[in-house]
């Protein structure tokens, strides 16, 4: 499985979302299942998946399924 | 001041009153408001007077990466209790900048106050009075734990013991408490 569709999958899970509904532009607060509390559980999914551990600014900033990737590259998880 | 969940807490000074009024009078924060009365520099100096020695309310800037994003303020809820007296205290916050708002950012600074007020100030509950038609601040106080006592007309009174609170916020608690730097 590819690091883009663990990334996705990652997040379907997390938001309780269709996999479908999963796209790069997916932004918080942009749709009703991305609130606060599913933050934390989509959090909590990205560093199962990807077996690391995010900083606290990364968890701020994680404000789309884009930025995602871009902090998961800090951690040395490529999506090329 | 206080410090922590990536936020700093910090008390207000005169070089903050004309931010602090273009927050206040801006239609997406006074919406909300209780009063949409629009603040003037002159009543405000004359808030910021009061406030100085005044021991029933305090009143903090939250600043996030050195920026200030909001005001954060805790008052008693019985008439001429110092905050230090009063067994329930009312929090009313307001995140001015959009990019925390609806960010767990959002509730650091609240965590901290009710840190404070729990733990340092040794009040048995909080209380706020929420607009019904304000559903994110209605939601984002279900999410710290608070319940609701009574509804009149459209507004809510909603309370908070440490017992729920404790338990509603320690896994965002845990998020915002981990190393800030990569």
Known sequence: MSNKHKLYQA??????????SVKDELAYNSIPQWDSTAHMILIAEIENQFDVMLDTDDIIDLSSVQKAQSI????DVSFN | MLKGYQVVLRDINQDDLSMLRDWRNSAEVSRYMLSQEQITAEQQLAWFN???RDESQQHWIIEYKQQA????NIKANTVGKKLTEA????VGLYIADNRYRGNIVAFAPT?????????????????AVVKTDNQAALSYNQKLGYQLQKQQDNLQHIRLNQANYEQATSTIKQLLSRPSKH
């Open chain 1, 11 to 20: 997040f379907a899970t997390g938001l309780g979302i269709e996999l479908d």
């Open chain 2, 50 to 52: 009061k406030i100085q």
């Open chain 2, 111 to 127: 965590l901290l106050v009710n840190d404070y007020c729990f733990n340092q100030l040794g009040v048995e509950a909080l209380i």
């Open chain 1, 72 to 75: 998961l590259g800090k951690y």
């Open chain 2, 87 to 90: 067994k329930e205290l009312e």
């Open chain 2, 69 to 72: 994003i909001g005001s954060i």
